[in-house]
């Protein structure tokens, strides 16, 4: 790629990053509001919502990329596929926001979605083991898909609680995939890795360090849905030296967390899908870190898994599960932190 082409990328995300932030800034003076109450970090009532500037921004770059860049396209119908499913979490996640549904309907709205993205044919037909190769996994694939679509989306929305945490989390998690897959020729995961940054990077500054609005569900859920379609994307449908597993070291702060929590919650007896804040961020909140503190750990570990990404690809095949394990030594670490910062303030079983 030249310098020039580069050049011109950069403009047009800033452009689509201006047109984010005026939609963030529409957003604002609609006050679809997020009132506070015991399980929420913040003590009076803030606009949400923020995250319709990060879609439209997609939406608008996705149609331009369609229309004038056919070399970053993906083949029908996994283009459309891409569309259809963004424009349908998109929807879901919104009305989520305007009607808070409970945990069961959005969870079944979030299936109709991932069902739209999984019949195009974005679902992985194989996986690659260390000291294997590649083994076919043939109709697995689907709900396979379907589960990791699931998992990751609602992994952003739980860990979306604190300024900046995960809109900052997914910036640098497209920041380096879109890298990476520019290096590789992987034109369709860089042309929607940028565009996405370009979106959040218009509604980040209205929401950190302090929050003039929330990206909502319709923020997080997005941003989690694409990553984990990009996800597939890189891993499955290009011709290129690509890894599933590029995401889910970009966000393993985010996966650890949520897994971390549902484990402990089930191991205890909770009902995993009751309202809680018992997630380690909000622990680590709870017993005295400030929040932004918190929120940039999070970006360290997302920094951390960007530069696992870089050692996985050009390590030997024999090396890489030692890579892809490398992210649970800070994951480990803070968990100790936080349990030991819990029990201090006697938090007890941390609810």
């Known amino acids: 790629m030249t310098a020039a082409a580069i050049l011109r990328h950069l403009a047009f995300a800033a452009l689509l990053a201006l047109f984010s932030a005026g939609i963030v800034r529409a957003m604002i003076a609609v006050r679809v509001m997020d009132t506070p109450d015991s399980r929420k970090a913040h003590d009076r009532p803030t606009p949400k919502g923020g995250g319709v500037g990060i879609v439209l921004a ?12 056919e070399f970053a396209r993906l083949a029908d119908p996994y283009f459309r596929g891409v569309i259809e499913a963004s424009v ?24 109709l979605a991932a069902a739209v ?9 194989d996986y ?5 190769g590649a083994v076919p996994i043939g109709w697995l694939g689907v709900p ?46 860089y042309a929607a890795c940028g565009l996405l940054a370009a979106g959040i990077a218009g509604f980040l500054p209205f929401n950190f360090p302090k929050a003039r609005i929330f990206m909502g569900d319709v923020g997080s859920q997005f941003c989690g849905f694409m990553l984990a379609v990009l996800a597939v994307v890189a ?24 897994a971390f929590t549902l484990v402990r919650r089930a191991w205890q007896g909770e009902a995993v899908t009751k309202p809680h804040r018992g997630h380690l961020y909000q622990i680590a909140h709870r017993s005295g870190v400030p929040p932004v503190a918190v929120a940039l750990i999070h970006w360290g570990f997302a920094v951390f898994g960007g530069l696992c990404c870089l050692l996985f690809i050009v390590e030997p095949r024999v090396v890489k599960p030692i890579v ?10 803070w968990t100790w932190y936080v349990v030991r910062r819990a029990r201090a303030v006697g938090l007890g079983r941390w609810g």
């Not at 979490?89 to 926001?97: G, H, K, S």
């Not at 690659?128 to 294997?132: C, D, G, V």
């Open 324 to 333: 892809a394990l490398l992210p649970l030594l800070p994951q480990l670490g």
């Open 117 to 125: 993205a999984v019949s195009s044919g974005l679902y992985i037909e």
């Open 58 to 69: 997609f939406l608008l770059g996705i149609a331009i990329l369609y229309r004038f860049a």
């Open 128 to 132: 690659r083991l260390p000291y294997i």
């Open 88 to 111: 349908a979490i998109a929807v879901v996640a919104f009305f989520d926001d305007l009607y808070d549904w409970p945990f069961m309907v959005k969870l079944g709205a979030q299936v």
């Open 235 to 258: 891993g499955r449908i290009e011709g290129v030296p690509l890894s599933f597993m590029l995401v889910p070291l970009l966000l393993s702060g985010v996966l650890f967390d949520v």
């Open 144 to 189: 396979i898909t379907a589960v990791w679509l699931l998992f990751t989306t609602n992994a952003m929305n739980f860990i979306d609680g604190l300024n900046g945490l995960a809109s900052g989390v997914s910036l640098i998690a497209c920041l380096f995939l879109a890298g990476i897959a520019a290096v590789h020729g992987s034109w369709f995961a």
